[in-house]
Each structure stands twice: as C-alpha cells, then as structure tokens.
C-alpha cells in the first residue's frame, strides 16, 4: 500500500449507531488531517495531528471523536450522528505542521458517508 | 469576508481554450500557497506550488499578486482530461493549517 488509504470507501449507518473511520499514512509523515467535505461548500478542517498529539479542534462536536494511536494510524469514532453530517470524510497527511510551499498535504481517497 | 474566495463557475470551455481562473485571500500575513485538483468524487490533489516569481508547468502557469492579495491559474490549450474542479489553498503566516476556496469547477467539452 502507498500514500493515504482510508475504510470504508462508502459507510451507511443510523443515527443511534457507533462506527469508525480508519485512515493510514504510508509516507512517513508527522502530521495528519480529518476534513468534511459537504456539497457545494469548501473542506471543513476537523481535526489535526502532529506526532500523535490533537494540536486543533475546529469546534467539532462531541459526537466526533478523533484517535491517533501512532503517527501512522488515525481514526474517527461516530456516534449519535445527525442526517446533516452525511459528507466525504476525507483525511490527509503532511510531513510536519511547518508553513511553507513544501508542506503538500496528501489525501486519502475518503468514506462517503450517509447518515439516516 | 471569506479567507479564501474563488468562483465556483463553472467554466465551460471548448478543447484547446485558454481559461483562467483567480483566488483571493483576506490574510495579508499568508505565506504559502497552492493550487490543487479534484477529481469528481475523487479527493484532492497538489496541482502546483505558487511561488512569488510565478511558475510554470507544461501548459499550467500559476502567479501572485501580493498587493492585491489574489493567485491565478492559467490553464493553455485545454483538454478534456483538465475537467474537474481547481481548489485554491493558502497557508497564513503563523499558522500550519492551510486554508481552502470552495474550488472552482472547470468543464472542457469537444
């Protein structure tokens, strides 16, 4: 496997279920990224990672909870969902949290999610 | 005003056309930009870096304006495999997260 995988690609689930998105870095990077992508508006950050630390929380609310277990790994727990967050949950990767024209984020192919 | 503002179009543009497209931003400290791709349905993609000389890359050219605080892509001899939408990304000064423009959506029909 190489770059950014994330699982599921497509997630349907209820409102009163628990799921988790899973996405992997296989470029050995520091940093790691969950966006929402919702129709006709621009990614939404979620959350970041820098060297398994939450380093920003972009007033997500609690029935989002991220994870990052290794630099390699982050995961994002869901539960109690509404209709409204049915998106493209897109995560990427950097190779660190520094500014500057080198800091290309990689993303992953996403989980399209539904909820009912 | 929004960080990042771009026109969503979309631009429709025959094979061969010369399409450009602008982004500007509010954050006079930004320092970092880029343009990227996106595939429908598909997740976004580096197109190029934007540099304060201006860069070039085949038939894709990017450019900054720091006085007036907008980057451009200019698109020559379009194809039809150049249909997708473009994303403007700035990185602010101070700050490691980059922002997004909502994307502009670029159609090349035959």
């Known amino acids: 496997e190489t770059g950014v995988t994330q699982t599921p690609r497509h997630l349907v689930m209820g409102m009163t279920n628990k799921k988790s998105l899973k996405c992997e870095q296989h470029?050995?990077?520091?940093?790691m990224y969950w966006y929402k992508q919702s129709a006709k508006k621009p990614l939404e950050l979620m959350f970041v990672?820098?060297?398994?630390?939450?380093?920003e929380n972009n007033s997500v609310p609690s029935r989002f909870s991220p994870e990052c277990p290794n630099s390699s790994h982050l995961f994002l727990h869901l539960h109690t969902l509404q209709p409204e967050d049915s998106a493209l949950y897109l995560c990427a990767s950097s190779q660190d949290l520094t500014t500057g024209a080198y800091n290309e984020q990689f993303f992953g192919p996403g989980t399209r999610l539904t909820v009912l | 005003r929004k960080e990042v503002e771009q026109d969503p179009g979309p631009f429709n543009v025959p094979e061969g056309a010369t399409v450009a497209f602008n982004c500007t931003y509010s954050?006079?400290?930004?320092?970092?930009f880029f343009w990227y791709r996106q595939d429908c349905r598909k997740e976004p993609k580096l197109l190029m870096s934007?540099?304060?000389s201006g860069n070039e890359d085949g038939r894709f050219t990017a450019q900054l304006n720091r006085a007036s605080q907008y980057i451009s892509l200019l698109i020559r001899d379009s194809k039809l495999s150049d249909s997708a939408t473009y994303l403007c990304?700035?990185?602010?000064?101070?700050?490691?997260?980059?922002?997004f423009g909502r994307g502009t959506s670029l159609i090349v029909h035959p």
């Open positions: 954050n006079s400290a930004s320092q970092s």
């Open positions: 990672y820098s060297l398994e630390e939450r380093v």
């Open positions: 990304v700035v990185g602010a000064g101070g700050s490691y997260i980059p922002t």
């Open positions: 934007v540099y304060s």
């Open positions: 470029l050995g990077h520091n940093a």
